[in-house]
């Protein structure tokens, strides 16, 4: 029993050998072929530039497409430099003045904050209402040390923050005893009427540019390809008839341009005349139609 055994065990350990033998044969046959495909891959990408030919070679861009992308660009760039110079027209700065008194003022009223009850005190503080009452954006409240001015006509509680604007004097310890509140209604109504007609403005520029952009593209591809149709269809349709009409449309073109070139010379022609004076001889008449006719040939 026990040599059975281990012919057994001997057995397994064979086989477990050639197994693994079999495996490994399998995964190095596996490996070469996948080495080799991806050698010939490299070959032929390598043949294909080398040739000119391959996916790495774009198409060269056709001549409509060439000009409907000149087009659009230069449209583009036209609709953007409009955009952009006409922002200044929409801002409230180039309509109005950066007033700068409102805090010097007041600093100049606290440098009599030592006599407050003084003549000079109540001189520049009449002063600065008078000066700040009658501006695009007034005074409606002011307040230094014991005087106090408040505009019966405007109430600064109904005021949003973005319409009024509250000065106080450079230095803080005395922010508490001066201060200044005054009315931007004026600015921020304009500010808002800028804006919309501001978005008025871009939605017609871009407006005329969508229109611009489909003209162009109706003109340079869908018309030409409609043309095309039309006349695949009708030489489908009837080859003979469609071939007379071509020939119409040619002599007819050819009759307009005959027609226009002897239109243009009568014209040269009776301008050369009336330059003639009626003394002159019939040969100098005569030599002036040949001259004309040579000018438009």
């Known amino acids: 029993m026990r040599v059975l055994r281990l012919i057994r065990m001997l057995r397994i350990v064979k086989l477990y050998k050639h197994s693994n033998a079999a495996i490994a044969k399998a995964a190095r046959e596996e490996r070469n072929e996948e080495d080799e495909f991806i050698d010939q891959m490299i070959q032929q990408r390598v043949a294909e530039s080398e040739s000119g030919v391959g996916p790495e070679v774009l198409p060269e861009e056709s001549k409509i497409g060439k000009m409907l992308s000149d087009v659009t660009t ?6 953007v430099l409009v955009i952009m110079l006409s922002t200044p027209l929409f801002s409230v700065g180039t309509y ?3 007033t700068k008194s409102f805090g010097i003022g007041l600093d100049l009223i606290t440098n009599y904050d030592s006599n407050s009850n003084g003549t000079a005190f109540v001189r520049s503080f009449n002063a600065y209402l008078q ?17 106090e001015y408040t505009d019966d006509s405007t109430d600064v509680n109904d005021l949003r923050n973005s319409e009024k604007e509250i000065v106080t004097p450079s230095n803080d310890t005395l922010g508490d005893y001066y201060i200044s509140v005054f009315d931007l209604r004026a600015e921020t109504h304009m500010d808002a009427w800028l804006g919309i007609v501001q978005t008025i403005f871009v939605c017609i520029v871009l407006t005329i540019g969508a229109f611009l952009f489909t003209k162009d593209a109706t003109d340079l591809v869908i018309e030409p390809i409609e ?7 009708r030489i489908a349709r009837n080859p003979l008839e469609a071939a007379k009409e071509e020939e119409n449309e040619a002599l007819a073109l050819r009759r307009a341009e005959k027609q226009a070139w002897e239109q243009e010379k009568n014209s040269c022609c009776h301008v050369s005349e009336s330059h003639i004076n009626p003394s002159d001889s019939e040969e100098g008449t005569r030599n002036s139609k040949p001259r004309c006719w040579n000018r438009r040939s």
């Open 96 to 98: 109005s003045v950066d």
């Open 131 to 147: 000066y700040h009452k009658d501006i695009r954006t007034p005074l409606i409240y002011a307040k230094a040390r014991n005087m």
């Open 74 to 79: 230069k449209r583009v760039i036209i609709m």
């Open 227 to 233: 043309q095309m149709m039309t006349k695949v269809k």
